[in-house]
């Protein structure tokens, strides 16, 4: 089974800032199936990202995805107050199941 | 608009059988890769497995001895059920649909909590 662990496990940060973080993965990913989701409170997690780099529809572009093999990194560019949530990272790939990170929460400092 | 909503009881005594159902309206099932999600309390999100209309299905190792599922596309609806279950399998249940095109799950039912106790 593929690990992924998300560092840092919580972020205290203020709006306008910009943020990255990150998903480490125990062996490599293939780009096409790692995405990217957010959770606030008391909700459904929310796709971002797909294909490591890819927003998905109405996701805005101040968000952004890169990385490859081993190393993922999710970018907000400037912290709104809407964007203060828990940010999960995914892989899907073959000889392993699905699974998710431990996710970072980013919490209003 | 897409939406998914989960069913089912809200509480399960242990050795009993977990049984959910997720509703789609807005899409078709056939399109999507039908999954479950939990999240336990104070954990992160875990799959759980998936089914599709042909007949596919996958799930965790850990689960699969204890999982069965189904998808009636009549209704437009998918199910799952939990075997024997314990107080680890008390979490948050998710339904979603996996887009196979993009390779990530599209859209997320609210979630329903599901506490194994006696």
């Known amino acids: 089974e593929i690990v992924l662990t998300q560092s840092p496990g919580t972020l205290s940060l203020s709006p306008g800032e910009r943020v990255t973080l990150s998903c480490r993965a125990s062996q490599s990913v293939n780009s096409r199936f790692l995405a990217w989701y957010q959770q606030k409170p008391g909700q459904a997690p929310r796709l971002l990202i797909y294909g490591a780099s890819s927003r998905a529809p109405g996701i805005p572009d101040k968000f952004s995805g890169s990385g490859s093999g081993t190393d993922f990194t999710l970018t907000i560019s400037r912290l709104e107050p809407e964007d203060f949530a828990v940010y999960y990272c995914?892989?899907?790939?073959?000889?392993?199941?699905?699974?998710f990170g431990g996710g970072t929460k980013v919490e209003i400092k | 608009q897409v939406q998914l909503q989960e069913s089912g009881p809200g509480q399960v005594r242990p050795s009993e059988t977990l049984s959910l159902t997720c509703t789609v309206s807005g899409a078709s099932i056939t399109s999507y890769y039908c999954n479950w999600i939990r999240r336990p309390p104070g954990k992160g999100l875990e799959w759980i497995g998936y089914?599709?209309?042909?007949?596919?299905?996958d799930s965790h190792p850990s689960l699969k001895s204890r999982i069965s599922n189904s998808v009636d596309t009549s209704k437009n609806q998918f199910s799952l059920k939990l075997t024997s279950v314990s107080a680890a399998d008390t979490a948050v249940y998710y339904c979603?649909?996996?887009?196979?095109?993009?390779?990530?799950?599209?859209?997320w039912g609210q979630g329903t909590l599901v506490t194994v106790s006696s």
């Open positions: 995914q892989q899907y790939g073959s000889g392993s199941p699905l699974t």
């Open positions: 089914t599709h209309y042909s007949g596919s299905t």
């Open positions: 979603c649909l996996w887009n196979d095109h993009i390779k990530a799950f599209e859209y």
